[in-house]
């Protein structure tokens, strides 16, 4: 962890909130390469969950909600019932139920500590966070999960939108908690980001012989492990873990949780849950609305029940950054590189011109670098020797660098012409290939598109490693 941690601040992924001043406790803020991979992370979520699938949607629902809504959804009464996480054991307990257990906890401030909690002197877990927003008197909260902003536009999509269920809506957006025990860098925070689903299914259906809420929650379980797989989490760093019956939640008919083997041991990267009908029931009950869905074949109002697969942008974000992680020798020398897949990599490439001092190959590298920006993010970088620049991308994970050289443009005084070709060069293979300029872009599109390295690189002239 502590290298991710490092790494993160030296390459501008991520910062300690206000460090000018001391920083603030657990607030963590994206510097430039972070907020690029943040927003990687989300745009391809909202890509394969929001728009490749006819049968899901996207909403942006507001933070601040009307305060019923947290009675309705059982948050508020939740806070009176405060519980703590044991980071040894990593089990939550409702903290008036172990009295007689000894728990230990981690200073959020001086991190390694351990001290106990007195008993009877609980903070609240989950609980939602108040603002000092006050209109009309009446207290507002930060959200504590977006979910209720689905829920509570259940209705304005089925009408606006006609749909048939089964039907899913999608959102991403920022939630906060009071946690007892925020840490672990960006892994438990008092403000994240979450990436929400609520599937809603027709619980009179069957679908292969077996309620349709089982058989989505089934799939969507499937669906999201192979969604983590598929952007380069390590099969052996993933596993499933099913809640046992007394750590379920209220609502929950079932719950699994997609775990993770962070640098801190296995812990929840993302919850799948069986929701039931227990949201939609309880907003009907505290706004008098009805929240239900006309089933036409048997010609009844039914309530349905959802499914919701809930990620964490920052939890996914680090578990990211952790199996991207490798420190590898090369030569003879450590070399730090950040194995990202390409879609989640910050910048996708690196021009870099051989001699900084030759305006022809400076030229040329610049007009590279805008070209290829107009559809990746491309860095142009000039301040060190050619083996250090790729070091310094390989640290930051950026599968492709390009360099332009003398044989490029050619030697204007000694009457020689450039070959018009510039080498690509591969992170993870270290392989370089010559590549003439008009094909830069088709190249790319292949290789960021998804294609294997060893297929593009065997129709070229292959170069040493670099
Ligand atoms: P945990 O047990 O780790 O506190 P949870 O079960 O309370 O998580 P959910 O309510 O299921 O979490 O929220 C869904 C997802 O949101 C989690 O799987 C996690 O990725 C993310 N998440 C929840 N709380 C936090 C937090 N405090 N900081 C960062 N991410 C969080």
């Known amino acids: 962890m502590d290298a991710l941690v490092s790494l993160s601040k030296r390459r501008g992924f991520i910062f300690q909130s206000s460090e000018i001043y001391g920083g603030t406790g657990s607030c963590w803020d994206y510097g430039p390469l972070g907020v690029e991979l943040k927003q990687n992370i989300k745009r391809v979520w909202w890509r394969d969950y929001i728009q490749r699938r006819p049968d899901m949607m996207g ?4 933070i601040l909600m009307h305060p019923t809504v947290w009675k309705a959804s059982g948050h508020v009464d939740n806070f009176t019932d405060p519980m703590v996480d044991c980071l040894e054991c990593r089990r939550r307990f409702r903290a008036d139920k172990i009295d007689e257990t000894p728990w230990v906890h981690h200073c959020p401030a001086t991190k390694g500590n351990k001290f106990t909690i007195p008993a009877g002197e609980p903070c609240s877990h989950c609980g939602v966070t108040r603002t000092p927003v006050e209109e009309d008197a009446s207290l507002t909260y930060l959200r504590p999960e977006t979910a209720q902003g689905i829920f509570v536009n259940f209705d304005n999509v089925l009408q606006s939108m006609r749909r048939k269920l089964p039907f899913g809506i999608g959102q991403i957006g920022k939630a906060f908690r009071n946690e007892i025990t925020p840490g672990n860098f960006i892994f438990r925070t008092r403000e994240f980001e979450q990436m929400e689903i609520e599937f809603f299914v027709n619980p009179l259906e069957t679908v292969e012989g077996r309620p349709a809420d089982e058989y989505w929650h089934e799939r969507w379980i499937e669906d999201s492990m192979a969604w983590f797989r598929r952007y380069g989490l390590g099969e052996e760093n993933l596993r499933l873990r099913e809640h046992e019956a007394d750590e379920l939640a209220h609502y929950a008919k079932r719950t699994a949780d997609i775990e993770y083997r962070f640098p801190i041991g296995w812990s929840e990267l993302m919850g799948i849950a069986n929701r039931t009908d227990f949201d939609l029931k309880q907003h009907a009950k505290f706004s008098g609305k009805a929240l239900t869905y006309y089933d036409e074949e048997r010609k009844e109002h039914v309530v349905p029940y959802v499914i919701e697969p809930s990620a964490g942008v920052d939890r996914a974000l680090l578990a990211f950054l952790a199996d991207a992680y490798r420190e590898e020798e090369v030569r003879g020398e450590k070399r730090v590189v950040l194995r990202f897949h390409p879609e989640l990599a910050p910048l996708k490439v690196a021009v870099l011109p051989l001699l900084k001092k030759r305006e022809d190959i400076v030229r040329t590298a610049h007009a590279i670098r805008d070209e290829l920006s107009k559809d990746w993010s491309v860095v142009y970088d000039d301040t060190a020797a050619i083996g250090r620049l790729y070091r310094r991308q ?23 012409v450039g070959d018009g070709k510039v080498t690509i ?10 590549v003439p300029l008009e094909a830069l872009g088709s190249v790319f599109r292949e290789l960021l598109g998804g294609a294997a390295w060893a297929s593009v690189a065997g129709r070229f002239e292959r170069k040493g490693d670099g």
Do not use: F, H, W
């Open 425 to 434: 060069r591969d992170r993870n293979s270290m392989e370089q290939i010559r």
């Open 394 to 416: 390989d640290e930051v994970g950026t599968p492709y660098c390009v360099t332009v050289d003398v044989q490029t443009v050619g030697d204007q005084a000694k009457g020689e």
């Open 59 to 62: 909403l942006d629902a507001s």
